[in-house]
């Protein structure tokens, strides 16, 4: 099981960046996968998920309205568009599927003026 974050950069406060997850070693198709992220000196927080089918997202309520989670099942491939980006978004954003304990590297995500 490999997951593969990017799309991370440095942004200025309400910028947009669009992070992507590439999955492997699993039925893609069945679980439901997260998004989680870290800010430095804090722990590992939920960020959003999608189930399997991608009918269902829900999203932490620090993020509602401005992060959108999508997946291709076809193409093993997750998404995290983010919109109206504010400096408490700062961290490593990573990936990950339920019922299996592999994370990726992470990809960073820095939003500073």
């Known amino acids: 099981v490999q997951f593969v974050e990017s799309g991370g950069g440095s942004v200025e406060p309400g910028g947009s960046l669009r992070l992507s997850c590439t999955a492997s070693?699993?039925?893609?198709?069945?679980?439901?996968i997260k998004w989680y992220r870290q800010a430095p000196g804090k722990e590992r927080e939920f960020v959003a998920r999608?189930?399997?089918?991608?009918?269902?997202?829900d999203y932490a309520d620090s993020v509602k309205g401005r992060f959108t989670m999508s997946r291709d099942n076809a193409k093993k491939t997750l998404s995290l568009q983010m919109n109206n980006l504010k400096p408490e978004d700062t961290g490593v954003y990573y990936c990950?599927?339920?019922?299996?304990?592999?994370w990726g590297q992470g990809t960073q995500v820095t939003v500073d003026s």
């Open positions: 990950k599927a339920d019922g299996y304990a592999t």
């Open positions: 070693g699993f039925d893609f198709r069945i679980p439901t």
């Open positions: 999608i189930d399997g089918t991608g009918r269902r997202r």
